[in-house]
């Protein structure tokens, strides 16, 4: 920890604490076994307890665990909590908490929110109820530890929160335990999202966007607010890359007071000849897959390329990808044999029976025209994926160069065709592409060469900053490609002439490859970022002292 400081306490909370949503989850995930090593069970997660009846599976239950301050919660609060052990490495302290009582509470809530912080919540709609209560939720779960394990005034306690939905959490604590300092992350603005999603120019133009206007015109008015309040008001607001950062300073009008970039622990990559036999595995899994999907063979030495993510089409850059891929197709001196897998959950109906069917019987062959989705979609004629497939008139016959298959469901080992974990299927890849429009940090990419698989990405994402601030070749293990609002033809080109470079490298090359980009991915382990995040508490100790002292005058 930073130098004469002593923390004691530190509570999380975020939508996704045993919760996999997207790249937040990874972050707090691996964080947390190196937070734990030195805090022990004085590191607490809090999350929201969403399962219903159903068994959570990222989460470790034990009833027995704080039963009186379970009993104390419900009976003062009125609040239903479970507690346990998250079931990651470290096995962090955490607690789930039912918010669904404060719904019917939530104008009288929004009404103190609006007296207390200015938090505009009038016009909200969708997901910002259930967000804006569970975030006020885990304040309260909070002054509830705190009262009933009688902590102090004295104590340097730290109460995070990430992103916009656990905002209200932050306002709670500062009026009532105004001795906790306080730290607001937003991993990425709501509005910088929403600029990227909606096909406006958001770099480019950057300096010239107002973010309360921008957010009249997006819809987006009490998700803004509630996001810039925190960051105006928390004793240390941060995110997470220096491209977020302006992102901040413009949009939120308030520049951060550190950025934390995201690292990770390698402790769920395979280790010695278990690499090599998981690798195998996930190569004759990726293989079998795709065979019995197109109906055909693969050439020995076929390249398995792929793209993950969540299904933000144009700000992940699936569009490039594919249009890369059309590209390469039509590359004349393309000599090896290339399957794309593009896995983004999307709108699935479930597992198609017919392909189960077909890998359970190594015999029987698939009657279907569909060579390019493993999962049944609800609309295919609608999703943006086959939409581009059959613009760029892909076949996926055994004469195509380039083969695109759709995983459109989530790889969490039970998805009734590969039936293996995402990063048991990333492991199998020879490359990976992830061309983001807009990624603040870009966690894909930096698991990707966690893997040793080497990676393409784009200096729009802060992972491909952090690596190089200028273009970077794939023979450095990463490569990094310029891109700006309006040069995405030339993106897809540029991946294209990678993709190529790349398949033409001996064995030798590839293993020399391989080995840099494990190597970039060891740079960017907890242990030499989590420096970061003890500064940051450290500026929020120091501010929430100097906050209290100004009250008091």
């Known amino acids: 920890m930073v130098k004469n400081l ?130 006020y939720a885990t304040g309260m779960v909070i002054e509830s530890y705190y009262r009933f394990f009688k902590l102090t005034t004295e104590q340097n306690i730290i109460a995070h929160f990430n992103e916009w939905m656990t905002t209200f959490g932050a306002f709670y604590v500062q009026q009532h335990l105004p001795s906790i300092a306080t730290v607001f992350t937003t991993h990425a603005t709501s509005i910088g999202r929403s600029i990227a999603g909606n096909h406006k120019p958001l770099y480019n133009y950057l300096n010239e966007y107002d973010g309360d206007q921008m957010a009249y015109e997006l819809n987006m008015v009490s998700k ?19 491209i977020t950062a302006k992102e901040c300073e413009q949009l939120l009008d308030k520049k951060p007071d550190i950025v934390t970039p995201n690292g990770f622990e390698d402790d769920f990559v395979p280790q010695g000849k278990e690499f090599a036999v998981q690798r195998k595995a996930a190569q004759k899994m990726l293989r079998k897959v795709a065979e019995t999907l197109l109906g055909y063979k693969l050439s020995n030495d076929v390249l398995f390329i792929g793209t993950a993510g969540r299904y933000e089409y144009k700000n992940k850059g699936i569009d490039t990808f594919i249009e890369s891929l059309k590209f390469l197709s039509e590359n004349n001196d393309l000599n090896k044999e290339i399957v794309a897998f593009i896995m983004v959950p999307a709108w699935v109906k479930g597992q198609r029976a017919d392909l189960a069917n077909c890998l359970k019987q190594s015999d029987s062959v698939l009657q279907s025209n569909n060579h390019f989705t493993t999962h049944e979609l609800h609309d295919y004629y609608n999703d943006n994926v086959m939409g581009a497939l059959h613009w760029f008139h892909f076949l996926n016959d055994k004469a195509s160069r380039v083969k695109v298959i759709f995983v459109p469901s989530y790889l969490n080992g039970d998805d009734g065709i590969f039936n293996m974990t995402y990063y048991q299927l990333l492991i199998g890849m020879d490359l990976t592409v992830f061309p983001s429009y807009y990624e603040p940090w870009g966690y894909t990419p930096l698991e990707s060469v966690a893997f040793s698989v080497p990676t393409i990405t784009t200096d729009l994402s802060g992972f491909g900053q952090w690596v190089a601030h200028k273009p970077h070749e794939i023979i450095n293990g990463v490569g990094v490609i310029h891109r700006s609002d309006y040069n995405s033809y030339e993106v897809a080109v540029r991946i294209s002439e990678m993709m190529k470079k790349f398949s033409d490298f001996d064995e030798n090359e590839i293993k020399t490859i391989r080995k840099n980009a494990a190597t970039i991915a060891k740079k960017a382990l907890w242990k030499h970022f989590i420096l970061y995040y003890e500064k940051a508490y450290h500026i929020a100790l120091s501010n929430k002292n100097l906050r209290i002292s100004k009250n008091e005058v």
Not at 14 to 26: A, F, H, L, Q
Not at 80 to 93: D, F, L, R, Y
Not at 224 to 242: L, M, Q
């Open 224 to 242: 803004h607010s509630t996001e810039k309040t925190a960051a105006h008001i928390v004793d240390c607001f941060t995110t997470v890359s220096e």
């Open 6 to 135: 002593t923390l004691e306490y530190i509570f999380e909370a975020s939508w996704e604490v045993c919760n996999m949503v997207g790249g937040i989850y990874t972050v707090l995930s691996t964080r947390a076994v190196t937070l734990e090593e030195r805090l022990k069970d004085k590191l607490i997660f809090i999350g929201p307890d969403i399962w219903a009846e159903n068994i959570n599976p990222f989460f470790e239950h034990l009833p027995e665990m704080y039963a009186d301050w379970v009993n104390f919660t419900f009976k003062e609060y009125h609040l239903k909590i479970k507690t346990g052990h998250w079931k990651i490495p470290g096995s962090p302290v955490s607690v789930l908490v039912d918010f669904s009582p404060l719904l019917i509470r939530k104008n009288e809530i929004y009404g103190h929110v609006w007296e207390q912080a200015g938090v505009n919540s009038m016009d909200a709609y969708g997901d910002f109820d259930e967000s804006s209560m569970f975030g």
